[in-house]
């Protein structure tokens, strides 16, 4: 049996591409945004629709990072072609650092997911 052999884009700073497909980018979640989780978290847990503590007994905590949503419409320029993107507790590897005019956010992606040519 042959080998499976992932290709990535060759990509390089200031560099245009497009997603393909519909795919998820990320970025670290500000202390605001932590903050706002946690003022709607106990918001609920008093109104009884969430609990304080997950099924460890431990308390809930917020997110590390935050999910934006992209599309095969949107054009995003590269800002770093290859970076080690820290995702939760840990790094993802084979990753990319591009700017989104359409949110003015700068995301990290996967460069598997994403193309040069339109």
Request: hydrophobic share 40%.
């Amino acid at each position: 049996m042959g080998k499976i052999l992932k290709v990535l884009p060759s990509l390089k700073k200031g560099q245009l591409v497009r997603p393909m497909g519909r795919v998820n980018a990320w970025r670290r979640a500000t202390g605001e945004e932590t903050q706002r989780w946690y003022a709607l978290h106990a918001a609920d847990v008093k109104a009884g629709r969430a609990f304080p503590f997950n099924s460890a007994g431990e308390s809930v905590l917020a997110p590390q990072d935050s999910v934006f949503d992209l599309d095969e419409t949107m054009t995003l320029t590269v800002v770093r072609a290859r970076v080690a993107a820290p995702s939760g507790y840990t790094k993802l590897k084979e990753c990319c650092q591009v700017f989104c005019p359409d949110n003015g956010q700068t995301l990290y992606v996967r460069r598997i997911w994403l193309k040069t040519e339109w």
